[in-house]
């Protein structure tokens, strides 16, 4: 009954292992300038690095002004670091930038997208805009997750996870039972 207990334990404690695991996806971690950054001049390249080395086929980003005109030339993988990706951009007179990226694990070949953006000599009536809790926040990725940058978030889906779950529940109680019976009628035969 106890080593029935045992397995049903050790496959509850090893599931969870499984479903944090998530396949591997190029993620966003920092980038120059920062998301939601305000800056007093436009930059002239951006640079955004990943959480693993991105593919330069497939990856890409794309900056655009406040109007959503497109302000960036074209992204490179930084070919000393896998992980990283810069862009040239034009800027132009726009107080807000949007850094749109998509990348494509070089690992895995899973794909990952996401943005945020940036400021540049803002009016005091849009730095008060972005003061209020509907404009502030962090920017997401395509998968849902928030975080300082751009990150994602992704793993099994809950069905799988649920369905692990009571797999487990149910062959543990199926050991529990067995060796509950066994030890029940190996003690009659005794008696």
Same mark, same amino acid.
Not at 79 to 105: A, C, F, P
Not at 178 to 184: C, K, M, N, Q, T
């Given at each position: 009954?106890?080593?029935?207990?045992?397995?049903?334990?050790?496959?509850? &404690?090893? =599931?969870? +292992?499984?479903?944090?695991?998530?396949?591997?996806?190029?993620?966003? =971690?920092?980038?120059?300038?920062?998301? /939601?950054?305000?800056?007093?001049?436009?930059?002239?390249?951006?640079?955004?690095?990943?959480?693993?080395?991105? /593919?330069?086929?497939?990856?890409?980003?794309?900056?655009?002004?406040? #109007?959503?005109?497109?302000?960036?030339?074209?992204?490179?993988?930084?070919?000393?670091?896998?992980?990283?990706?810069?862009?040239?951009?034009?800027?132009?007179?726009?107080? =807000?930038?949007?850094? /749109?990226?998509?990348?494509?694990?070089?690992?895995? +070949?899973?794909? #990952?997208?996401? %943005?945020?953006?940036?400021?540049?000599?803002?009016?005091?009536?849009?730095?008060?805009?972005?003061?209020?809790?509907?404009?502030? @926040?962090?920017?997401?990725?395509?998968?849902? +997750?928030?975080?300082?940058?751009? %990150?994602?978030?992704?793993?099994?889906? &809950?069905?799988?996870?649920?369905?692990?779950?009571?797999? @487990?529940?149910?062959? @543990?109680? @199926?050991?529990?039972?067995?060796?509950?019976?066994? %030890?029940?009628?190996?003690? /009659?035969?005794?008696?």
């Amino acid at each position: 009954m106890l080593f029935g207990l045992f397995c049903s334990l050790a496959v509850l &404690l090893l =599931v969870p +292992g499984v479903v944090l695991a998530h396949p591997a996806h190029a993620e966003y =971690v920092s980038s120059d300038p920062a998301a /939601n950054a305000m800056l007093t001049k436009a930059p002239t390249m951006i640079t955004i690095h990943f959480s693993e080395q991105v /593919n330069p086929l497939g990856s890409d980003i794309i900056v655009s002004d406040a #109007d959503g005109k497109p302000v960036s030339i074209a992204a490179q993988v930084d070919r000393s670091d896998l992980k990283t990706m810069t862009v040239t951009i034009k800027g132009d007179q726009s107080e =807000v930038y949007v850094v /749109n990226w998509h990348t494509v694990s070089a690992m895995e +070949g899973h794909h #990952d997208a996401g %943005s945020f953006r940036f400021f540049v000599n803002i009016s005091s009536m849009l730095r008060g805009m972005l003061g209020s809790p509907s404009m502030s @926040g962090s920017p997401t990725s395509s998968s849902g +997750g928030m975080s300082s940058g751009a %990150s994602s978030s992704s793993g099994l889906p &809950l069905w799988v996870a649920v369905l692990i779950g009571v797999l @487990g529940l149910l062959i @543990g109680g @199926g050991v529990v039972f067995a060796l509950g019976r066994r %030890s029940g009628s190996s003690s /009659n035969a005794g008696g």
